[in-house]
């Protein structure tokens, strides 16, 4: 197995469209939630959502960006801001020795909503031609590889809110035994359409508005969370393998060193703490490497009551007494849960908090649960921090979970 380096970052998000951006952000604990400015808010429960600040008319041609929906500019957009990074990864490479790694949980959700209001809203029957290229899942990923020449795999994972966490997972598995010599790899994500905001109020997970800080209404392992707020982007990164990327004097990000996966087979909305615990002892398995090396977590902590109460039970069950000792942070509470891309923002800024030494905050943290009695890092980033080593949770609706177990590159 070769060690699989991350040379390259892009990124859309709440919290900024650049990785520098989105750290600086999320270290000072600024929110991308804020209450919905469009005219069907009206007509929603809770009007919030971490909505990304992107227009696509600066950075793409009209043609192009007719043709694709908004959840594939944002990974295209991510992709080549990754790619540029990476300091020229594919100069040289085997076209057929690079691949696309992509994960989404809805795909093209806005195209498809705004063909069935054409439909079914203006009872017209006319659609756009381009609907059904638009709205297939793997979109994102075929763009990516057109935009590249990439001949390799070209993969689209759609496992609710662990895609992108898969994505990166199986990019991984295939750099570091060989089969690629580079990946890009991430995720990407635009549900804010009204049928989808809809909907997610219907499986009542949303959180309920704060009425004095919008920003604030996710709170995720305070005792008075009631749900996550929805969020869109993307984030990509670059895979390559780490003599490769050090033979060419690549700035390297971070390292891939392990992946794990697991199914709760129990039940299609419900956590399981069994079923997390299984993917985080596969994850260290993988990596190579004991629990005691885990030197932070970044959490899936999407604020839900179930959510937050099964994932820190998870965790002390695999590192018992020195759970405590752990720092943990869940970033949904600032830039939204991007469902399919979640995974992939979050392993985006657990490499960027090794790399520059910061344990980030879980904001709106406001009352202890006894259930929930870890060290989130409440509310202030920690400066100074000497993590090395790093687990990123994504654990979905479905119950597929996947872990990432990340090293800083020092």
Known sequence: ??????????????????????????????SGVRQLAIPFASRLSTP????????????????????????????????????????????????????VFVGTGMGGTLSMDEGYQTLYGEQSDRIKPFTILMGMHNAAAAWIGIEYGLRGPNM????????????????WMRVACGQLDIAIAGGAEAPLSPGSLKAWEAL????????????ASCRPFS??????????????????????????????????????QSNDASHITRPSVEGQVAAINAALRAAGVDRQEVDAINAHGTGTQAN?????????????????????????????????????LECVLSLLAMKHQVALPTMH???????????????????????????????????????????SAG
């Open 156 to 171: 689209t994972y759609s496992t609710a809110c662990s895609s992108s966490a898969v994505a990166i997972g199986e990019a």
């Open 365 to 407: 943290l406001q009352m202890p649960d006894p259930e929930c009695d870890l060290d989130y890092v409440a509310n202030v980033a920690r400066e100074g921090s000497a993590a090395r080593l790093m687990l990123s949770n994504s654990f979905a609706f479905g119950g597929t979970n996947a872990v990432l177990v990340l090293r």
């Open 48 to 99: 919030i959502a971490a909505v990304a600040n992107f227009n696509e008319r600066l950075d793409f041609e009209p043609g192009k960006a007719r043709m694709l929906d908004r959840f594939s500019l944002f990974a295209l957009f991510a992709a080549n801001q990754a790619m540029q990074a990476s300091n020229n990864a594919l100069a040289g490479f085997d076209s057929e020795r690079a691949g």
């Open 204 to 215: 009542h997970t949303v959180a309920t508005l704060d009425a004095l800080d919008p920003a």
């Open 1 to 30: 197995m070769r060690r699989v380096a991350v040379t390259g970052i892009g990124v859309v998000s709440p919290l900024g469209n650049s990785a520098m951006e989105v750290l600086a952000n999320a270290r000072a604990g600024h």
């Open 223 to 260: 005792k008075n969370r009631s749900g996550m707020v929805l969020g869109e982007g993307a984030a990509m990164l670059v895979l390559e393998p780490w003599d490769r990327a050090k033979a060419r004097g690549a700035d390297i990000v971070g390292e891939i060193l392990g992946y794990g």
């Open 308 to 344: 937050d109460r099964t994932e820190t039970a998870a965790i002390r069950s695999v590192f018992g007494a020195r759970a405590d000792q752990i720092p943990i942070s869940a970033t949904k509470a600032i830039h939204g849960h991007l469902l399919g891309a979640a995974g992939a």
